[in-house]
């Protein structure tokens, strides 16, 4: 299978390419009910106010340069601080739900789609415009071509809207909900320097050592950023990964080892079909559930409030996940396969042969292996999901956007994977760490248990019926 060439991401940990998708997404509720979607920058037909700008800010994300290889952190923040304030700003409107800052009611009357145009917009603009230099990917070119999508998207988006008392009193409230939520995360510990460059080279055998190219460990600070849902980051950590001598961390060695590979300086076992996997999870989680989430949401016929209330709580969880991602991998600081295997002459268990010429499929991201960050976003967004449309069976097709030239989301015709249910789809986006070299297999499985503890959380704790 063809494959893309190599680049080392600073994160790594998700990617995502927002091109124009001309292949269809089916998704299907129980019930029998089926509608035939198209994902894309723009929300699937049928779609509302609320999915319209949940595709608006991934597309600002991407021409900020955030996504879709190198920074799923500020990311995801951005996009959860701007779901909680257009559901605010809509429950101000109509309160259906438990708001989640801003506890006001609007003018009689206010527009719906104005007020959610306008949280969304004066969340995004200053939250683009904060993002950090430090970060090399990062230019003000790239901050202003996100801020520019985003004026360009609420110039139109107001357009379309007739000027009337209720265009300027949804406006009002948007703007107050966006304020209210800005203001309580503006304190939260979201600041640099993000890359360590203090980065470890001599560490005993099972402690982390800096990945092959990369001369720092990234985002460490980030366990300290307030969470959006949990108690605190240390809030259902999974217990420690195995010790070097257990039988069960030799199956884990050797799995990584015989799959991951790039099969060109390591051979590799990996079928047609799982090098396939690799490449379909390779992108930003919270781009991939977000698509997956507006297309199940147009089938279910969600109303904008529904909507706000179903992306509030997944970008939340998503958000979450990262925090507790950080704070964990540097609890444990757990080296990654590709330093484990390469040194594995020096581990102490003589059933783990060493090679230093092993080679992941992609470049490792600089950082910690244990718990996988992306099976945690899997976990913590299949539950939220299931949570929310309290059924895991919920049937959907996906494109991949890391795909080989000609089967990739952008082409016309792109290869689509199936999914019956949400958790499926999860254990698959966590197993694809395994195939691309990134992670053990403990270090998936437990990511994806204590992403769904994240989800569960949130979708059960927060954003809650009006009774």
Avoid at 56 to 71: E, M
Avoid at 387 to 407: E, H, I, M, T, Y
Wanted: include cysteine; charge should be negative.
């Amino acid at each position: 299978m063809r494959t893309q060439p190599a680049v080392l991401p600073v994160i790594g940990l998700a990617a995502a390419v927002f091109t124009q998708l001309p292949a269809a997404v089916f998704t299907q509720l129980p019930g029998g009910m089926a509608l035939e979607t198209r994902a894309a920058f723009a929300a699937p037909a049928g779609g509302d106010a609320v999915t319209v700008w949940n595709a608006n800010a991934g597309v600002a994300a991407t021409k900020a340069c955030i996504a879709p290889l190198d920074d799923p952190f500020h990311e995801s923040r951005i996009y959860a601080t701007m779901h909680v304030a257009i559901h605010d700003a809509l429950n101000a409107i109509d309160r259906r739900f438990r708001p989640y800052t801003f506890d006001k009611r609007a003018e009689p009357g206010a527009s719906p789609d104005a007020a959610v145009a306008a949280a969304a917009r004066d969340v995004l603009v200053p939250l683009l415009s904060q993002l950090p230099r430090e970060l090399p990917f990062i230019t003000q070119s790239c901050i202003d071509a996100g801020v520019a999508s985003v004026e360009a998207a609420y110039t139109a988006a107001l357009a379309a809207l007739p000027d009337a008392p209720a265009k300027a009193q949804g406006i009002a409230v948007g703007q107050a909900a966006a304020a209210a939520n800005l203001a309580r995360r503006a304190a939260d510990g979201a600041v640099g320097p993000f890359l360590n460059t203090s980065c470890p080279q001599d560490t005993p055998p099972g402690k982390y050592q800096c990945t092959p190219g990369a001369k720092f460990i990234a985002f460490e600070v980030w366990e300290k950023v307030a969470p959006f849902v949990l108690q605190d980051s240390a809030q259902f950590r999974p217990g420690p990964p195995y010790a070097l001598t257990e039988k069960a961390y030799t199956a884990d060695f050797n799995e990584v080892k015989s799959l991951g590979g790039d099969g060109v300086t390591t051979p590799s076992v990996r079928t047609a079909d799982q090098t396939e996997i690799a490449f379909f999870w390779w992108e930003s989680s919270p781009l991939k559930w977000s698509r997956i989430a507006r297309a199940v949401s147009v089938n279910a016929g969600l109303d904008l409030w529904q909507n706000a209330r179903l992306f509030g709580l997944l970008d939340m969880a998503l958000a979450d996940g990262y925090i507790a991602m950080s704070a964990t991998k540097n609890h444990y600081s757990y080296w990654r396969p590709v330093t484990a295997i390469r040194t594995g002459e020096t581990d102490g268990n003589p059933d783990t042969a060493g090679d230093p010429a092993w080679t992941p499929l992609r470049p490792t991201p600089a950082n910690q292996d244990y718990a996988s960050g992306h099976a945690i976003e899997g976990g913590a967004a299949a539950e939220v999901l299931r949570q929310f449309f309290g059924n895991d069976r919920v049937s959907f097709q996906d494109c991949g956007v890391k795909l080989p030239a000609g089967s990739a989301c952008s082409d016309p015709s792109p290869v689509l994977r199936s999914y019956t249910s949400f958790s499926q789809a999860a254990v698959e986006n966590a197993y694809s760490r395994i195939l691309i070299g990134f992670h053990f297999r403990k270090s998936i499985e437990e990511g994806t248990e204590y992403g769904r503890k994240i989800g569960e959380r949130a979708a059960t704790s927060y954003l809650q019926p009006v009774l």
